[in-house]
Structure formats: C-alpha cells, structure tokens
C-alpha cells in the first residue's frame, strides 16, 4: 500500500500536500555549535515524506515507523503520551509563545531515516513540521527562522543542542555542505568533490541525548572561559570560539590551579575539541576546494580521535567501525558522527567504491562485534521542501 492509500486509509480523504525534510550528517564541526563556533553538516537523501491536509485544531499524524496515529490539541499545552509527537508539539508552543496563528494538520509520514542514529531524525521531524506549518498557515518565516524555531522547539522537548541541524535541515543544497557560523547565523555553501562518495554506517548502538552527559560536556569545556576572562581582560571572550588553542595553552597552569589537576586536565581536554575543530572546518574547506583526499581523510580521523580521547563522546561500536574501515579498500577518512553515545560513522570513499564498502563493513562489523549494523549511501541533498 503506497503512503498515499495509507492517508486516505487512516484519515478518510486524500491529502492536500506532500513535503520532504531530510537528516543531516555533519562533515566536521562535531559539537562546536553550541560553543558559538563553525560547523560543515550536509543535508542527506535519507528523511521524511509528509503527507498532509489541513485539520482545526488537532494535530494527527500517523508514522509508519511506529505503525500508530498520535495527536494532540494545538489550544492546548499538556504533553502528548506519543514521544515522538513531543518534537511536533515543541513546534507548536514555540509558535504560541510567538503569538502565530495556525491551522493544525493530519499526516502520514514515510520514513528513510534511522530514529536515534545521529542522523537528525528528531530535528528533521521539527524542522519539517515548521516548514509546513509556515507554508499552510503562510506565517512568512524564512528558512533561518523556521531553523530557530525548530530548535526551539527541541529545547521545549528537552535537548541542549545548538542549531546546526535544523539550519542544515533548512537550508540544505544538493551536492553541497553547508558551512555555517553558528554566531553570526550566516553560511556558505562549499561543493563536494564529485568523485567522493558517503556511505553513512549505522551501528544500531541507540542514544538518546536528553538521557546522556551530553549536557554536562558542555559545561566542563565551557569552565575555561571563566580563566580565560580574568587572564586575558583586552579580549572580549563569551564562547569556547573565541579562545584560540595558544590561548587554551597559555592559562593551562591557571586552569591546573583552579580546579587542580584531575579536574583541571579533564577540562582542558574537553575545550581542547571544540576548539581545534574550529580550525579542522576551515582546513576540510580548503580540502574540499583542492580536492586533496589525503587531508579530507586527516582531517576525519583527527575529529574522531578528538571525540573519543577529549570530549570523551564515543564508544566501542563507534571505534570499531572506525578502524574497520581503515582497513577497507576506497576509504578516504572515517569517523563517529552525531551527538554520541552510539549512532553512526560517516565515511568518504572514492567514487565507485561505495557499494562495495558498504557491503564490507557490514560484514566485517558483524563479524568483529557481533552486531548487525546499515550502511547507507547517501547524497548531500537539498533542505525541506514542498514536493509539488
């Protein structure tokens, strides 16, 4: 049964519109968003497919993935039982709280993407919801604002991330990354090397990050800042961006003091990742631009040492696949992606390549770990979108 005959079947009329709101993976910047910083994500061909029509005032959307219909009153604001519909609320009382007029909606929604992977299946769900609640409602937001309400409406839900994956979300361009300056919210777009291929690898390890210490990363790397402040009183320093790593250097025996040395190195390395993946943004930029493969690989595996040995964000899935697909013919570079705790690795492999790994590092993971991972191979894709 198409998703169509699913809408007619479920809500008994056909629907009025059809949007797309991808994931996301990001390239580099892993976890430098809410520390005022770069990132380089990729919007993906992997995501959602609504099916919708107007509806008064409650929300009812059916999920193919969870095979139910959740809902909830849009004139309300108690939570809705149905958790994945928490993220679809977040976006209505952010529209609330902007005192917006809107119609509710009835929906179906047909899935490619893996839920709770690192792949932004939370923030394509929000990010599309407000795309289309801005085009049936005609709210007028543009793209950067229907991202800020997306991930506004993640905060309501719970999460403390920043907004790189709704803007990516937003303002995807097929066959290009999006690198943006999370605190002047402008971008550009940087084209891929047509002869790289992306095989995103699904461990199927899950996380969900309102549970994990993701929060808590953040505020240890953020405990430099106060050091930085008193030692450097001529520079104006409110984020992890504006300490540079010789600067990071420079306080490390006021930092030892501070918290003393246990506590003071943890710290350290902590705002040591997000500042040195700063400048990996900009050196995969140029990497991209000369196409010189063996930097973009540099530059992966860089990231991913990174987030396991300072923010301390992976896992042993993670690491695996990491170091499997070293060892696999066509690998250009490889590395955890997402928030952590589990999820995903995204890896560049040369053009014609990509079928082949794919099968062989599930394979070889399942093999090593006795897990049955997905490989997915993807393309940078535009952002949402009515699908006319």
Not at 368 to 385: F, L, R
Request: aromatic residues 10%; glycine residues 8%.
């Amino acid at each position: 049964m198409s998703s169509i005959e699913i809408f007619e079947e479920k809500f008994s009329k056909k629907p009025d519109r059809i949007f797309w709101s991808p994931g996301r993976v990001c390239i580099i910047g892993e976890h430098t968003d809410y520390h005022d910083g770069f990132v380089m994500p990729a919007a993906i061909d992997l995501g959602f497919t609504w099916f919708v029509c107007k509806n008064g005032n409650i929300v009812q959307g059916y999920s193919e993935k969870f095979d139910e219909i959740g809902s909830f009153d849009i004139r309300k604001s108690e939570r809705t039982k149905f958790e994945w519909m928490l993220y679809l609320q977040g976006v209505v009382e952010t529209l609330k709280k902007r005192k917006k007029s809107f119609s509710a909606v009835n929906f179906a929604i047909h899935s490619t993407l893996p839920i709770g992977s690192g792949l932004s299946s939370s923030s394509s769900l929000a990010t599309g919801f407000t795309y289309i609640l801005n085009k049936i409602s005609n709210l007028k937001f543009d793209r950067p604002e229907i991202a800020k309400v997306a991930c506004e409406a993640e905060w309501w839900y719970g999460t403390t991330g920043g907004i790189m994956d709704q803007y990516c979300i937003a303002n995807g361009k097929k066959g290009h990354a999006v690198l943006l300056d999370c605190r002047k919210f402008e971008h550009e777009y940087i084209k891929l090397p047509e002869d790289i291929e992306m095989v995103i690898f699904e461990t199927t390890i899950r996380h969900k990050q309102v549970d994990s210490p993701f929060d808590l990363r953040k505020q240890q790397a953020r405990k430099v800042i106060e050091v930085a402040k008193e030692h450097f009183k001529d520079k104006e320093i409110s984020a992890l961006r504006d300490i540079s790593h010789d600067m990071l250097r420079e306080i490390k025996p006021q930092v030892l003091e501070k918290f003393g040395k246990k506590e003071g190195e943890m710290i350290l390395r902590r705002s040591k990742h997000p500042i040195l993946e700063n400048l990996r943004v900009f050196r995969m930029k140029e990497a991209f631009i000369k196409n010189d493969q063996d930097q973009i690989g540099q530059i992966l595996y860089e990231c991913h040492e990174s987030l396991r040995d300072n923010y301390e964000v992976s896992c042993p899935e993670l690491d695996s696949a990491v170091e499997i697909a070293k060892n696999i013919d066509g690998i250009i570079g490889s590395r955890m992606v997402g928030g952590g705790y589990g999820g995903c690795t995204l890896n560049l492999v040369k053009k014609g390549t990509a079928q082949r790994f794919a099968g062989e590092i599930e394979e070889m993971f399942r093999k090593e770990t006795g897990i049955k991972g997905n490989a997915y191979i993807c393309h940078a894709s535009d952002g949402v979108e009515e699908i006319k």
